[in-house]
C-alpha cells in the first residue's frame, strides 16, 4: 500500500501545479513524448518508459505508449478519466491488474497486444462502458473463463488471436450482446467453442477461428449464428465437414476454408447458398469433379490455389447440378447446366496441375473479371473449339507456366495487343518456356509469325494444289480413255465380220474383202478359225440409227468366247450396218440365213 499512497501523492502534487499553474501544466510534455494540445493527444511511443508518465494533461483523449517497458499500469492510467483512445502494444504488462480502468468510461478503444498478458479478471475491465475495441492479441493467454467480459457491453471488436487458448469456458462470451467481430485465429482451440458461441448469436457478423488445431466441423457446430457473415477456418487440420455443419449460418458471405486437409465432396456447401467468397486453396484434393461446388448459386470468388495434389480439373467443375424445382407434387429439372456466376477466379501455385480443360470458362467467361491461372504446371492453354469472349475481364495472369509460345496461345497473343491497345484490361507478362528459340522471352515480344500459325496458310494451299492436280490427273486420265476408246471404235469399225463356215450372215456387198484370222487386230482370236472376218482398212464407222448394233461389233472381237451369242443377238435384228469406205458410203445389210 505504500506504494499506491506514494502514487496518490505524486497525483495530489499534479493536481496542486495545475491549479496554480495552468498553462504551463496544459503544455507539459516530457521530451521523449511528442503532445498534440490542440488534439489532445500524446504520444510516447518507443520512449523507454517503465511506467505510464503521470505528468500529461489530464483532459487526453488518445494516449500512445506503444514500444515501451511498461510492466505494471499501477492505478497511473486513471489519471487520464478523458481518454477515448489507450495503446499500450508492445509493452511487457503481464497482468491488466484489477480496476485500473474503472474511471476509464469513455474508453472506446484499448490496445494491449504484444504483452506477457497470461491471466484476465473479469474486473480488470470493470468501467469500461464505452469499450467497444479491445485488442489482446499476441500475449499468452491460455483459456478464457465464465463471464470474463462481462463489464464490456459495447464491445464490438474483440480480439484475441496469437495467445495460447486451449479452452473457452461456454459463458466466456456472456453478455457481448453487441460483438460484430470475435478474432480467436492463431489459438490452440482443438474444436470449435460452439456452446461459448451460442450468446453472440444476435450480433456477431465476423468469426475468425484460423491457425488453430480443429480437425472436425460438427453438425451444427455454429448453430444459431444466423447473422454471421464471414468464417474463417484456416490453417486448421480440417478433414471432415460433416453435412450441417454449416447449418443455421443463412447469412454467411465469405469462407476461408483454406490450408486444411480437406479430400473428399462437401455436402455441407448446399446449406450455405448465400456465400460468393470461397477459399479453398492449400487442401488435398486431388481432381475436382464436375459440379463440385454445385449449391453455392451466387459464388463470386473462388481461390483454389496451392493444391500439392491437384492433377485434374473437370471441365464441368463450376457447373451446378440441374435446379430441381418443386412445387407441390410437381418437380421440374431445368434443362440447361448453369454455371456458378464467379467473377474473381484464383487457381494459382497447383504444382501438378498440366492440363487446363478446354471447356473450363465455357459459361464463366460471361462474367469473370479477374483470372488468375499463375503458376501452375500448363505447358499450353488450348482453348479447344471454344471461343471465349471474356467481356468483362480486366486482370488476366498466366505467368510463372512452362508455356510452349506456339499456335495454341495465339489468344492470349492477342490479348497482349489489345492491352497494347486498351490499357483497361490488365494482362501480366507471360515468357515462354519453348520452343528453345523463344525460351525466357517474353510472349508479347513475339511476332505472330513466331506462333507458327502461318502455318496454316501454306498447309491449305498445298491441300488445295493436291486436289487440283488430283483433278487435273483424272481428267487427262478421263480424256486419253476416251480417245483411246475412239481410237479403238475408228480401228475396229473398219472390221467387219463376214459370215463365213457357219453362214449365220451373209454379206451382199462384195467391196469387202477376206480374211482368215490372221489380221494382227485379231490375234487374239486363234481357235476361232472356222470364222473369217472382213476387214476394209479405209472403213469408219457412221452408226447412224443402229449405234446397239455396231457397237457390239468390237466387242467380239474382244470377247471372242462369246462371240456366238452376240452374234445371234445381233443378227435377230436384221440391221444394217453403214460405213465409210474409202469415200463411198456403204451399207452392209446383216440377215440371218
Ligand atoms: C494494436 O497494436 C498492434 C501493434 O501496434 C497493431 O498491430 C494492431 O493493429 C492494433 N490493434 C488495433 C485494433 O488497431
Ligand atoms: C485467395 O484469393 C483471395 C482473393 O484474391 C485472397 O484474398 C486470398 O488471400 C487468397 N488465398 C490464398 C491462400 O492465397
Ligand atoms: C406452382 O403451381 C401453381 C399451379 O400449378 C402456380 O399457380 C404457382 O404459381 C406455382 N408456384 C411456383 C412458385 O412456381
Ligand atoms: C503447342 O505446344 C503444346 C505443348 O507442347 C502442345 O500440346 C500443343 O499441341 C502445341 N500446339 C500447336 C498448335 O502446335
Ligand atoms: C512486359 O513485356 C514487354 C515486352 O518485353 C515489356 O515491354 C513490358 O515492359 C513488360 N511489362 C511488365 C509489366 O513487365
Redesign the pocket.
Known amino acids: 500500500m505504500g506504494l499506491d499512497q506514494s502514487w496518490l501523492f505524486a497525483r495530489w502534487l499534479v493536481v496542486v501545479v495545475m491549479v496554480a499553474t495552468p498553462k504551463v501544466v496544459e503544455t507539459f510534455c516530457p521530451s521523449m513524448c511528442q503532445c498534440d494540445d490542440s488534439l489532445l493527444e500524446a504520444s510516447c511511443s518507443g520512449s523507454r518508459l517503465d511506467s505510464v508518465p503521470i505528468l500529461l494533461n489530464p483532459s487526453l483523449r488518445s494516449l500512445h505508449l506503444a514500444h515501451n517497458r511498461i510492466a505494471s499500469l499501477r492505478q497511473s492510467v486513471s489519471f487520464y478519466g478523458e481518454l477515448r483512445r489507450l495503446d499500450l502494444s508492445h509493452n511487457v504488462l503481464h497482468s491488466l491488474g484489477l480496476l485500473h480502468f474503472q474511471p476509464l468510461g469513455q474508453l472506446e478503444w484499448l490496445n494491449v497486444s504484444n504483452n506477457l498478458v497470461s491471466s484476465l479478471e473479469m474486473e480488470s475491465f470493470a468501467g469500461l462502458a464505452s469499450l467497444t475495441v479491445l485488442d489482446l492479441s499476441a500475449n499468452r493467454l491460455t483459456r478464457l473463463t465464465d463471464d470474463l467480459f462481462a463489464e464490456l457491453p459495447s464491445l464490438v471488436t474483440l480480439i484475441l488471436s496469437g495467445n495460447k487458448i486451449q479452452t473457452v469456458a461456454s459463458g466466456a462470451f456472456e453478455s457481448l450482446r453487441k460483438l460484430h467481430t470475435l478474432r480467436l485465429e492463431d489459438n490452440n482451440l482443438g474444436h470449435v467453442p460452439t456452446a461459448a458461441l451460442v450468446p453472440l448469436a444476435a450480433g456477431l457478423r465476423s468469426l475468425h477461428l484460423g491457425k488453430n488445431l480443429i480437425e472436425t466441423l460438427e453438425d451444427g457446430a455454429f448453430r444459431h449464428l444466423a447473422r454471421l457473415r464471414l468464417l474463417a477456418l484456416n490453417d486448421n487440420a480440417i478433414d471432415r465437414v460433416d453435412p450441417l455443419a454449416f447449418d443455421s449460418l443463412v447469412s454467411l458471405d465469405a469462407l476461408d476454408l483454406s490450408f486444411n486437409r480437406l479430400d473428399g465432396p462437401i455436402e455441407a456447401f448446399t446449406t450455405v447458398s448465400p456465400l460468393t467468397h470461397l477459399d479453398l486453396s492449400g487442401n488435398m484434393w486431388r481432381q475436382l469433379p464436375a459440379n463440385f461446388l454445385s449449391g453455392l448459386p451466387r459464388l463470386q470468388t473462388l481461390n483454389i490455389s496451392y493444391m500439392e495434389y491437384l492433377r485434374s480439373v473437370d471441365p464441368a467443375v463450376f457447373h451446378m447440378t440441374r435446379p430441381v424445382i418443386t412445387n407441390g407434387s410437381v418437380v421440374t429439372i431445368s434443362t440447361s447446366p448453369k454455371v456458378l456466376p464467379i467473377v474473381n477466379l484464383i487457381m494459382t501455385n497447383n504444382a501438378l496441375w498440366n492440363h487446363l480443360p478446354p471447356g473450363l470458362f465455357h459459361g464463366l467467361d460471361a462474367h469473370l473479371v479477374r483470372l488468375d491461372l499463375s503458376g501452375n504446371a500448363f505447358?499450353?492453354l488450348?482453348m479447344g473449339r471454344h471461343h471465349y469472349d471474356w467481356p468483362h475481364l480486366n486482370y488476366l495472369n498466366v505467368a510463372y507456366n512452362p508455356l510452349?509460345c506456339?499456335?495454341?496461345?495465339l489468344w492470349l497473343w492477342n490479348m497482349f495487343q489489345q492491352r497494347n491497345h486498351s490499357p483497361t484490361i490488365v494482362v501480366v507478362n507471360v515468357t515462354c518456356s519453348?520452343p528453345p528459340p523463344f525460351s525466357g522471352l517474353p510472349l508479347s515480344s513475339l511476332e505472330q509469325s513466331n506462333l507458327?500459325c502461318s502455318l496454316a496458310l501454306p498447309v491449305s494451299i498445298i491441300i488445295l494444289l493436291v486436289m487440283s492436280w488430283i483433278v487435273l490427273t483424272a481428267g487427262l486420265i478421263v480424256l486419253v480413255i476416251y480417245w483411246r476408246r475412239r481410237q479403238n471404235l475408228r480401228r475396229e469399225s473398219r472390221l467387219m465380220i463376214i459370215k463365213s463356215s457357219h453362214h449365220h450372215y451373209h454379206h451382199r456387198d462384195h467391196a469387202f474383202q477376206h480374211h482368215n484370222g490372221t489380221s494382227p487386230i485379231l490375234g487374239g482370236v486363234d481357235g476361232v478359225k472356222q470364222q473369217h472376218y472382213g476387214v476394209d482398212s479405209n472403213c469408219s464407222p457412221a452408226l447412224s440409227g443402229h449405234h446397239h448394233v455396231g457397237a457390239t461389233i468390237p466387242h467380239y472381237y474382244h470377247h471372242n468366247h462369246h462371240l456366238q451369242q452376240a452374234q445371234l443377238a445381233t443378227a435377230t435384228t436384221r440391221d444394217e450396218y453403214t460405213y465409210h469406205c474409202a469415200g463411198t458410203i456403204k451399207r452392209i445389210p446383216v440377215t440371218v440365213v
Open positions: 505447358e499450353t488450348e510452349e506456339n499456335c495454341s496461345l519453348g507458327m
